[in-house]
């Protein structure tokens, strides 16, 4: 990896990986797998709690955003982009669990060298996502907590609290309206207020 993309933003990186004229596209490439890999992987893992889906669904995020990328317009953020390319994953898994394709294509280029795939790029390796994403939490708990959500408070309160977006970003990303996110999000709290409520006067 370029030092130079480690001092780069989001977008200046992404901008730099679609350009058909660019240098150093794998590199920048690279780095944005870096930075937000582990993040969408802590992401699905919460929605599913279960590590082959989360690396499954992570996987097709990446090559969705390889596929796309020359919808990105600069004057959405990329961290917004990216989770909207989730959400879509999520989405498109929901309504085909049953009959789900058990991988993706990991022979997607990511620049200009023929030999860059995404597969070079995607780690399998490392901590497993449960180890990171509950931290010193009780993975059991959380599980309990998250499961009486409905799927739509689960993803927004996961966009809004764990993946610390903006109420803004959240309904650009789920494409509802600002009112809305804020009234999943402050259920969703409630409810879990309630559960834990519930486990203390056991």
């Given at each position: 990896?370029?030092?130079?993309?480690?001092?780069?933003?989001?977008?200046?990186?992404?901008?730099?990986?679609?350009?058909?004229?660019?240098?150093?596209?794998?590199?920048?490439?690279?780095?944005?797998?870096?930075?937000?890999?582990?993040?969408?992987?802590?992401?699905?893992?919460?929605l599913t709690f279960n590590?082959?889906?989360?690396?499954?669904?992570?996987?097709?995020?990446?090559?969705?955003?390889?596929?796309?990328?020359?919808e990105y317009q600069p004057?959405?953020?990329?961290?917004?982009?990216?989770?909207?390319?989730?959400?879509?994953?999520?989405?498109?898994?929901?309504?085909?669990?049953?009959?789900?394709?058990?991988?993706?294509?990991?022979?997607?280029?990511?620049?200009?060298?023929?030999?860059?795939?995404?597969?070079?790029?995607?780690?399998?390796?490392?901590?497993?996502?449960?180890?990171?994403?509950?931290?010193?939490?009780?993975?059991?708990?959380?599980?309990?907590?998250?499961?009486?959500?409905?799927?739509?408070?689960?993803?927004?309160?996961?966009?809004?609290?764990?993946?610390?977006?903006?109420?803004?970003?959240?309904?650009?990303?789920?494409?509802?309206?600002?009112?809305?996110?804020?009234?999943?999000?402050?259920?969703?709290?409630?409810?879990?207020?309630?559960?834990?409520?519930?486990?203390?006067?056991?």
């Amino acid at each position: 990896m370029s030092p130079l993309c480690s001092d780069r933003s989001d977008q200046e990186l992404f901008l730099a990986y679609k350009s058909p004229t660019g240098t150093g596209a794998v590199a920048a490439f690279e780095e944005l797998l870096n930075r937000y890999q582990q993040k969408v992987l802590n992401f699905f893992y919460r929605l599913t709690f279960n590590k082959e889906v989360a690396e499954d669904l992570t996987q097709d995020t990446f090559t969705r955003l390889v596929q796309s990328a020359r919808e990105y317009q600069p004057r959405a953020a990329f961290k917004t982009f990216l989770f909207s390319l989730a959400r879509n994953a999520w989405s498109d898994y929901r309504r085909c669990e049953e009959n789900r394709r058990k991988s993706v294509s990991l022979e997607t280029k990511v620049g200009d060298d023929a030999d860059a795939e995404l597969k070079d790029f995607i780690k399998s390796d490392g901590p497993a996502p449960q180890e990171i994403v509950v931290q010193r939490e009780n993975i059991g708990l959380l599980k309990k907590y998250l499961d009486n959500l409905s799927p739509e408070q689960r993803i927004t309160l996961e966009l809004c609290v764990f993946q610390e977006l903006s109420y803004e970003e959240a309904g650009m990303i789920l494409e509802i309206p600002l009112g809305t996110v804020k009234t999943r999000v402050s259920a969703a709290i409630m409810q879990i207020k309630k559960k834990m409520e519930i486990q203390i006067n056991k």
